[in-house]
């Protein structure tokens, strides 16, 4: 999306850094009582102080997207700390906050599904609320709200829900997420009865063969050139870092673009997977679970492609993400599963 004028991207650069200083003191508070052993629920009430730049209803769900990821970090510890519960295996840490005032916050906030407006035509736009102060500064009025250009259209339509915002800095580009809730009609697959499995590897990203007869095979060998060559500029500069730093804005920009490169790569490789698995029928998903031939056949280049690039928790991630829209269903196999042995024989 795009502001309209020079104000307009003034106004919304302001209620974006406020949003994200009211999640980084409402985390800083919440931290301090966490390692004193207090409870992380009781602290200043961040909304009235934020109120009048913020505006309430994004005050109101910063402090309640805050709130929920605290009750996921206690869920995971609950996990962690559980001898019969083997889900997490690395002590988790508690949330985090969005940058800082020296090295730049992160421009973030989010937006109640109820005041806010996205029109989607000929002139796509959306309207978001301000706080009162901050459309005083801007001259907007009292039942005024801040409207930007969208660009683009959904994939998606039905029910909508909290929108979220941010700024990304390496692309110079205001974004905005907006969930939506789907029917189920529009999330059932054709016929719903074949299988597919998936086979990630160190050299060859992806291979797959269905219960149909069909193949793909999706090579990331120049995808990973480029990570690796970012890689190295990543390690070229944090070696010319001051004693005692270990990291700058330039550093933490390539290392965004790279993840970003690996992230876009990652979602359209799937989304074109995806579906092709719908057209076939495709009702469930085997995916091969890499963690214990990982630990059998570690190196520096295979632990490189598989945990950065390949990125194999996040894959599986989005793929259940993306699968679930086409109402299809993903399971992780180990090799010790009889299916997966296979499915693993099928597709190399």
Known sequence: MRPLSDADERLLRRLLDASASLWNELTYERRQNYFEGQSVWETEDYRKRYIDVTGSPAAQQLIRKNGKAWESFFS???????PEDDEVTERP???GDWGNEDEGRELRTCIRNDVYTLEIGKRSRLEIPAGSHLKDDFGLGPRE????????????????????????EVDDTYRAFQPVMVPDDRQDSPLASEEAALDVGANTLV?????????????????????????AEFARRQSQLREGRYTSRRIRR???????RRDHAQAALIRDLVERLYAEGVATIYVGDLTDVLSAHWSADVNEKTHQFWAFKSLVKRLAETAAEYGITVEVKSDDDGVSGVWRAGCN
């Open 76 to 82: 995971l510890i609950a996990k962690y700390e559980d």
């Open 93 to 95: 840490s508690p949330p």
């Open 145 to 168: 709200r801040l409207r930007l250009e969208v660009v683009g259209n959904p994939r998606w339509t039905g029910e909508q829900g909290r929108l979220e915002i941010t700024y990304d």
């Open 207 to 231: 291979a797959c063969t269905t219960t149909t007869g069909s193949q793909w095979l999706y090579e990331g060998r120049e995808l990973f050139a480029r990570f690796h060559e970012t890689s």
């Open 254 to 260: 390539l290392y965004r673009r790279r993840t970003r």
